[in-house]
């Protein structure tokens, strides 16, 4: 899968004084324990994290993505009524480098949060 396009993905302005939107849809990445290089580690990306994001026909989250630096790694597909925007990714690295996430809503968009990652 290729990058996102970054014309349309929306990004915290600041992360301790999220607007109620950010806090519905700011994809926060937790990093379980201290990730080593070739070890696996877990990734959990919390959609609504703060606020929580409605799982209705009318309005959902459809997918979370996670990425290393521009590299795609894994897709979450969730479908309305069924799921809570939350996914959790056993990954494994050899490299240091900038873990992003992106979700889309199906009425706000796509959003995008990033953390910097060392193995
Ligand atoms: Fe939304």
């Given amino acids: ?3 996102h396009p970054a014309s349309v993905i929306q990004h915290v302005k600041d992360i301790a004084n999220m607007s109620d939107m950010e806090k519905k849809h700011v994809p ?5 324990g201290t990730p080593r290089a070739g070890e696996p580690f877990e990734v959990t ?18 997918f979370i993505d996670l990425y290393l630096d521009n590299s795609f790694i894994a897709r979450c597909d ?6 809570y925007p939350k996914a959790c990714f056993s990954i494994m690295l050899d ?5 992003k996430a992106y979700e889309r809503c199906n009425i706000h968009g796509d959003w995008a949060y990033s953390v910097e990652v060392s193995v």
Avoid: R, Y
């Fill in 1 to 3: 899968m290729s990058p």
């Fill in 28 to 32: 926060i990445i937790d990093i379980e």
């Fill in 45 to 62: 990306v919390w959609v609504g994290k703060e606020m929580a994001h409605p799982s209705e026909a009318e309005h959902h989250i459809e």
């Fill in 78 to 83: 969730l479908t309305w009524g069924f799921t």
């Fill in 95 to 99: 490299n240091p480098g900038t873990l």
